[in-house]
Structures are given as C-alpha cells and as structure tokens.
C-alpha cells in the first residue's frame, strides 16, 4: 500500500489509481461502496453553464471510449471492488446514458445482485442547447449486494420515516450541487450532499467502513463525517484530491 495522501482517526484519501491500489486492499474488508465512475460522456459536444454554452468536456479521465474498453474498465474495477468487499456489503454505482448499461452488465458479470435502480432526477438540470431531443435530467443509481444470498442491512424504518411514513419509492427528486458545497473548489460532477447523506443512511450504520474508489471532491466522505462512518477515498487527480481533502478537514471541524 503506498501511504495515505491524507488521515485522521475514521479517514483516509489516497492519490493513485484505484484499479492498481485496490489490488492491494485486504479481501471482505469494506462494508460498503459508493463509486461515480468516469461516465465517458466528454465528446467535444456542448452544454450550457450559466446560461452560456460551454464545453461538456470533464477532463482525459472522462473521455469517451469504445464500447468494449468502457465495458472492460467497469468489469475491472468491479471485480476488485467485490473482492474487498464484506459478505453482506453492498455496493452503490451512480450513471447516466453514457455508462450505466455497461456498468448494469458489468455488475452482475462480476457476480452482484442488483436490488434496486434508483432515479435521481433534478430539479433543476441545464437545458438541452441542440432543442432536437429531451433534456437530461436524470441519473441512475444501481444499488447491489454481494451476491443473491447475502443479508445486506436497509435502515427501511428511518426511509419510511423521511418519506413522511410511506415507503420511499426509487425516483429521488432534488437540485443539483448548490453552490455552497463548492466552497473550497469545484468538481465538474460533484454529487449534492443529500443525496449521499441519503445513500449511506439507508445502507450503513455507525463505525461502517465506507469506500469509494473514484472520490473526486470528496462528497461520499464529508457524508460519512456528518453520520459519523469511516471511510476511504481514492482518485488519481491531485487537484481533486486536495479539494477532498479540505471538505474532510471543514466537516471534521464543523463537528467539533
């Protein structure tokens, strides 16, 4: 193992590239996972930021790929992370169009379960600049346990409860990243925090490790620090993880 990039007592970021370090991660040894895996989206096409066209480029990492290497990615960095994986863990994988039909395979090629696909839709996406086809407003949520006869924990009470005493339904509606979670830097598909304060509510207790192999701004950990789990992050981008690094270090004070 190559030394953590930054630590505390319940954290811990590395820089470097999951699918060589995750090699070295002790088998059945993560409760649960939460990945935002490159969606190979960026094509030299256009978005709208801001109200003004601007590039939908993400960077090299989410460049597009041919169909049978975007497949072979997931299947590599799946199969890894089911290894380290515990025996009742589970795993959480976010996607859009680009992605999640690759990564849906892949997960139940590496031997998962899939229980629930969740539907993330935004209230309020940025528009469709072309007007030839619908606006994106969604993403996808696979949640998966190890395998069909794991016992895999679902805090089904405390959902029911937020839902305001009905079972809460897999279409999750919310904003995007407000801006006050950018704080300290910006990450091009940073996740809101609610929505990972929901995914690690329903699916861990307190004291569970939690790992998330493509951390970016470090949303999944700053989450963990609020609800007061473990967790590791990695990501091969210095910028990013830096960024995640001061979100870790701003959540730990605030709990203070």
Known sequence: MIDAFFRDADSALYLAD?????????????????????YFLSNGGRTCKGGKAAPVDKGDWDKAATPDAKHAFNR????????????????????TLHNIYSVGMAVEQAGFKIM???????TNPPPNLSCRYFTHSTET????KKDAKAKHYFNYALM?????????????TGALTPQREKTFGKH????????LERILSASTQEGDLVL???????????????LGRKFIGIDNDAAFIALAKERLIHAREQKL
């Open 18 to 38: 999951s699918l060589k370090l995750l090699k070295n991660f002790p088998a059945e040894s993560v409760d649960v996972i939460f990945a935002d895996p490159p």
């Open 76 to 95: 590599r960095w799946l199969k890894l992370c089911r290894k380290i994986l515990k025996p009742n863990g589970t795993i959480w994988v976010s996607g």
């Open 116 to 122: 629930n696909n969740i539907t993330w839709q935004k």
């Open 141 to 144: 949520l696979l949640w998966a």
């Open 160 to 172: 029911k409860e937020l839902n305001g005493g009905k079972q809460m339904k897999d279409v999750w």
């Open 188 to 195: 091009p598909t940073q996740k809101p925090l609610y929505l």
């Open 212 to 226: 998330d192999p493509f951390c970016g701004s470090g949303t999944t950990g700053v989450a963990c620090k609020i």
